[in-house]
């Protein structure tokens, strides 16, 4: 039998549409798909772990990894640094499993660029008064923030078209199990816009 052909898979939403929730979901379903931790700049919340959520490091060791070309993409998002690390991907892959990373648009389109073996997705919330329900019942932010969010969704929503497919987040599980039909599809050659 030949080994399946694993890729990266990048998914993107604006911030509120549910991405990090369908990553989880597929990761969880799937043994052969790893979630990639990325590199932040920024403050670890109360729900988080370190090395799980996010490696969380100092803007100087951030950028010495950008030196040392340590990251396959990188981007800035409310003035903090995010990226994926190289190694994480290439080994996740080489040890034939899918990789998959929950990235904002800016950075999922330099990934794309290195990686166009990769299958890209973009999710999509049901409507941006949706969206803005979604910000504001997190409790997460400040209305400021919140503002900031709905901004840059217009932005990363005009992105979606360099994307492989979009998905409506209507549902966690629903949507987790398109991904996963789309990911085996594209695994075994066939076409993933039938
Ligand atoms: P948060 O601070 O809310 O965890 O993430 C802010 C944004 O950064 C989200 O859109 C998240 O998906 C994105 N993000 C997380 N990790 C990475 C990464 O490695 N690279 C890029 N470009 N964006 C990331």
Redesign the pocket.
Known sequence: MTPKKCFPIIV?SP?GAG?NSICDAIVEKRSDVEYSV???T?AIRRTEEDGVD?FFVSEDYFKKMIREDAFL???Q??G?Y???SRKIVEDTINRNMFII????T???LKFMKKRPDALSIFIFPPSMKELERRLRNRKTDTPNVIETRLDNAKHEIADSVYYDRFVINDDIDRVSDEIIKLIYKKSKGKDIYG
């Open positions: 993107s911030s991405k990325s590199y932040t920024r996010y993409e990188w981007a998002y409310l903090h995010y990226g994926t990373l929950a990235i904002e800016k950075g999922a």
